[in-house]
């Protein structure tokens, strides 16, 4: 499978300009775009990490606590960020963030973003936390401002705490930065994941929280997910012509943030280094947005290129208006929605024609051993 697709992605290459809106000719691309990997806890070691192919690693994931500050990291969560921030050794303009968060982790967010003097004690702990542990910015992952999320404690004027929440951050990473003498270029980062679909965006005041952000990862997958008891496609680039729910796509989720007045070269692309599936689908077009009325399955990678893609029954399709790879297999009524080289090659097509910072993906480990979509990531920037 690793090489199954490099002559489509040659052809594809030198076409991509006509697929893409006319408007774009006019955006300006960045020189140096980032690529972001969110690493989390376990199954991988220091050698593992080909930090050549990275501009930041954002460690996931340390967590509000009900005192209003951030609970103690594990002993394994800092050995791990000193080995991440070991790897400066071999590429010295690595940025190591902590990522704050993450789907359940975000019980307590509303209360410590909702009082000046709590959102004080917060910004004081999380920058203390990455003093303590020599990182260069931490990344909010709120999952969701004034949405129910994992079960969290959720506010109407979560909307607006969120912004004055990454405005005490901002200040206190700041602070920090006059003391230890990290300015412009250097200075502390503050990044946020912000959700792709548009109940995000009518949750939060993007165009005011953005001045306080270096970037904006969207997390333009899941946008269908284990909830959902039809399938589709949970990170499509454009919108298919058979999806009927009323989701996004990875564009339109840019296109709602810009509207809402967040900068295109402050946005990072969420890519998603794993895949979603459904089991007893109906047999109709390939299993696509058709219901499922059995399990869902949560696939990393490494294992579909392994077990399934045009392997054990199972038949790769192509989307091309949305953009991304689909398989089906009509014997066990199975179907998945991935990534593979030639969704990520129209993906960072995209995001450079469309002078976006970059691209972020969830998770390291999930192409840990294949590299595949890394690989392909690093050659389309």
């Known amino acids: 499978m690793k090489n199954t697709h490099l002559a489509h992605l040659v052809a594809l290459a030198g076409t991509l300009a006509t697929q893409l809106p006319l408007s774009l000719s006019a955006q300006t691309t960045p020189k140096s775009p980032v690529i972001i990997g969110y690493v989390t806890g376990n199954g991988w070691t220091k050698d593992q990490i080909e930090v050549q192919k990275l501009t930041h690693i954002n460690y996931a994931f340390a967590v509000p606590a009900a005192n209003g500050k951030l609970a103690p990291l594990s002993a394994n969560d800092s050995v791990n960020l000193a080995n991440l921030t070991a790897l400066r050794a071999r590429k010295k303009d690595l940025r190591i963030l902590l990522s704050i968060g993450g789907w359940g982790g975000c019980k307590y967010f509303s209360d410590v973003a909702l009082t000046e003097a709590s959102r004080k004690t917060f910004a004081d702990d999380a920058v203390a936390m990455l003093k303590k542990h020599h990182l260069d910015g931490l990344d909010i992952d709120w999952e969701y401002p004034a949405q129910i999320g994992d079960n969290n404690i959720f506010r109407p004027q979560d909307k607006q705490t969120y912004t004055l929440l990454l405005?005490?951050?901002?200040?206190?990473?700041?602070?920090?930065?006059?003391?230890?003498?990290?300015?412009?270029?250097?200075?502390y980062l503050l990044t946020s994941a912000t959700g792709g679909d548009s109940a995000f965006v009518s949750h939060t005041e993007l165009g005011k929280a953005q001045q306080y952000l270096d970037f904006v990862n969207i997390m333009t997958y899941d946008l269908y997910h284990g909830n959902d008891k039809v399938t589709g496609h949970h990170s499509p680039l454009g919108q298919s012509k058979k999806e009927k729910q009323g989701r996004n796509s990875s564009m339109s989720a840019v296109e709602g943030h810009i509207r809402a007045g967040v900068p295109a070269s402050k946005i990072v692309l969420g890519?998603?280094?794993?895949?979603?599936g459904w089991t007893n689908v109906a047999d109709k077009d390939n299993g696509l947005y058709q219901p499922a009325a059995?399990?869902?399955l949560f696939i990393s990678h490494d294992e579909l290129v392994d077990k399934y893609i045009d392997k054990n029954g199972f038949t790769r399709y192509w989307d091309a208006d949305a953009g991304v790879p689909y398989l089906w297999n009509p014997m066990t009524h199975t179907f998945?929605?991935?990534?593979?080289?030639?969704?990520?090659?129209?993906?960072t097509a995209y995001a450079k024609a469309k002078g976006l910072a970059g691209v972020m993906f969830w998770e390291y480990t999930y192409d840990l051993k294949q590299k595949t979509l890394l690989n392909a990531v690093v050659q389309g920037l």
């Open 167 to 187: 405005k005490a951050l901002r200040d206190q990473l700041d602070q920090q930065g006059r003391q230890n003498n990290r300015l412009k270029t250097n200075h």
């Open 271 to 276: 890519l998603p280094f794993y895949g979603r």
């Open 294 to 296: 059995g399990k869902h």
């Open 336 to 347: 998945f929605t991935y990534e593979d080289e030639a969704s990520l090659a129209r993906k």
